[in-house]
């Protein structure tokens, strides 16, 4: 083969390489669990071998058509607050849609606005763990941690009484280690992520917003999405009416779990809303 022909083949191989990683590097970003319960192996869901990359890419193929069968349950997830003005606009918006959501409370917010959090309660709403300070959980020590996660439990269930603060937690910013997952587990928790991030934390409209969520809707689905944006509260009542025509119904993430399993809320389907 002349130096042409080598150089030819390498800018092939090169190309097929460059894709093919691309292709690994977007799979791996896509695999992160859903959920991970306190009887899962948090370090082979979160930090899983290149191996196991491989294996899933090829069985997300093998096994689309059984998951497409899984039903079309969406739960919407609130993370932050509760805010003085935005949260009673979430409220007004959901009673007026009705449909319930959980609020992943800041245990601090809600010393500040206890009156906002019982609200969030009694529409029906449920309450789960966001921490007591919402800090870089994977910045810090396993004790901190800890004292996080129990500190907001404590506070959140002193404020509302609801269950959920015992089961359900979420990292601030999504920011998490292996080991911030396995104290959770230790304590007991569920740490609840999300199989779609709307991001409605930047700064969009409520068009952008509802176009992202028709695009990667799955079933069964939860949602990422903020208390304190009003571009979440003024796309609702589109996101609620489209997905319920496609056959979705809206849950909590506890009925939501009784409904279905954590290894169908981390392998989920892509569907068309």
Request: glycine letters at 6%.
């Amino acid at each position: 083969m002349n130096r042409r022909a080598w150089f030819a083949a390498a800018i092939v191989a090169i190309a097929f390489l460059s894709y093919a990683g691309y292709r690994f590097y977007r799979h791996s970003a896509q695999v992160q669990p859903a959920i991970v319960t306190p009887k899962m192996n948090a370090r082979q869901l979160i930090a899983p071998s290149v191996g196991t990359h491989i294996s899933r890419l090829f069985n997300e193929r093998i096994n689309y058509a059984n998951r497409s069968k899984l039903p079309k349950l969406i739960a919407l997830t609130f993370d932050d607050g509760p805010y003085p003005v935005f949260t009673p606009l979430l409220l007004d918006q959901l009673q007026r849609l009705r449909v319930h959501g959980t609020f992943f409370l800041i245990g601090r917010d809600a010393e500040q606005w206890p009156q906002l959090a019982q609200r969030i309660e009694a529409g029906g709403n449920e309450i789960a763990d966001h921490t007591y300070t919402h800090p870089n959980l994977d910045q810090e020590s396993e004790v901190q941690v800890r004292e996080e996660i129990l500190k907001g439990r404590d506070v959140l269930y002193g404020i509302a009484h609801d269950p959920s603060v015992f089961h359900y937690f979420r990292p601030p910013h999504g920011r998490y280690t292996v080991n911030t997952i396995e104290v959770a587990q230790k304590l007991g928790y569920l740490t609840i992520l999300w199989t779609d991030d709307s991001g409605d934390w930047r700064t969009v409209t409520p068009a952008s917003l509802e176009a992202h969520l028709e695009r990667y809707a799955t079933a069964p689905e939860i949602v990422l999405l903020h208390s304190g944006r009003l571009a979440t509260v003024e796309m609702l009542p589109d996101v609620v009416a489209r997905f319920e025509a496609a056959g979705y119904r809206f849950v909590t993430v506890r009925q939501l779990l009784t409904l279905v399993t954590p290894d169908q809320l981390n392998h989920p389907a892509k569907h068309s809303v």
